[in-house]
């Protein structure tokens, strides 16, 4: 009496969750899905961000710099740099605060610049663009810090409904053999049976996407709980000062790069920051061979802008326990721990509860027929 009462209280939470957010946990798996192949969906849309690689080298990131500023000599502060992952991506330029979008929750302002030849190839705001918006559907529906304060609950409401359905699906260890069957002897039977196998399947993916979707909008959370404050996946950090001796000459970004490959020599470089005002530093941004996160690496390094010292160094490789698990949690969100066919498996499982939501209600309304 107690098992059938408990499975009753688990049918039941099951069932509240699937009719109250389900449609939201339906809009989070498509979204997730897409975001997935944002570059390549970004690229279709609009061919003319596509590359021809040349047989000559880049530019230098000091030319590219110069375009930068040539092109928008009137946005004074910090430009990041971001390079292409791929032969056929540009190398966009970010500005993190335009004054076309102030008060916006997070609006940078993007220029796309084919590295061989430094033509503009686009000139963007986040959020205005199919794919960006579609981001920002995914990460927060568009409604800034107060859309992931909701999204926070509804990560919690999918682990909800992947444990539950996992605790539902449990047929005992004699009933064990017979729970990955299909019955074809009916429709009913056939929807249930499918509905019960594609939930335990995807019911251990479900569970690791709400839990590393609550952290990408909760890190502060998570961070405190674990001790492990100012990573910032990268793109924030420690601030770090240059000594802003009077008289000095900056050093250039090809000094820049030279200086911080030291303790980096075989790592890949992925963004590199200008300096604010006098005291700011050059912020470097590299991926080691060991890294899983493709696009926001941690590996980090800060030189003084006039004594092209190197003043401070983040080393994932130094990371405590805590730190590492921490710098896990995006890239697994992401699929990009797991590479290419990572990313195709996250693409079906973020389809998921679209036939799982169709299914349920399917079953819902064939059981409230039958009661009737």
């Known amino acids: 009496m107690a098992s059938i009462k408990l499975r009753t209280y688990w049918l039941n939470l099951h069932t509240v969750l699937a009719l109250s957010v389900g449609l939201l946990l339906v809009l989070q798996g498509i979204t997730g899905s897409l ?196 990573m910032g996946h990268g793109d924030e950090g420690p601030t770090v000062r240059s000594t802003g001796i009077p008289g000095n000459r900056p050093i250039t970004l090809g000094e820049v790069v030279l200086i911080a490959r030291g303790p980096f020599s075989q790592a890949q470089l992925r963004r590199i920051s200008t300096p604010l005002g006098d005291t700011g530093t050059y912020k470097l941004n590299f991926r080691q061979s060991h890294e899983y996160n493709q696009r926001h690496p941690l590996t980090t390094v800060w030189i003084d802008r006039w004594s092209a010292q190197i003043r401070d160094v983040q080393n994932p490789q130094r990371f405590t326990p805590a730190q590492k698990f921490v710098s896990l949690l995006w890239p697994l969100h992401t699929s990009e721990v797991m590479g290419e066919w990572g990313r195709a498996l996250w693409f079906w499982l973020g389809l998921s509860p679209l036939f799982l939501y169709i299914s349920g209600i399917w079953i819902y309304i064939k059981r409230r027929r039958i009661k009737q």
């Open 35 to 230: 975001n997935l192949f944002r570059d390549e969906i970004d690229q279709f849309l609009h061919p003319e961000l596509i590359v021809q690689p040349e047989p000559h080298p880049p530019l230098s990131l000091d030319q590219i710099l110069s375009i930068v500023h040539a092109a928008e000599p009137d946005r004074y502060g910090v430009w990041t740099l971001e390079l292409p992952r791929h032969p056929q991506q540009a190398l966009v330029a970010w500005f993190e605060k335009p004054r076309e979008t102030v008060g916006a929750f997070y609006a940078p302002y993007m220029l796309y610049i084919n590295p061989y030849n430094g033509e503009l190839l686009a000139k963007r705001f986040w959020g205005q663009t199919e794919t960006t918006w579609l981001y920002d559907l995914h990460s927060h529906w568009t409604l800034g810090k107060q859309g992931r304060e909701y999204l926070a609950y509804v990560a919690f409401a999918m682990a909800g409904s992947a444990l539950s359905g996992l605790v539902l699906w449990w047929p005992g260890w004699r009933g064990l053999l017979g729970a990955f069957r299909l019955r074809f002897c009916s429709s009913a039977f056939f929807v249930h049976d499918l509905h019960r196998l594609w939930g335990f399947f995807s019911a251990t993916g479900l569970l690791l996407t709400a839990l590393t979707g609550f952290y990408l909008v909760e890190p502060e959370l998570i961070e405190k709980l674990t001790q492990t404050q100012g």
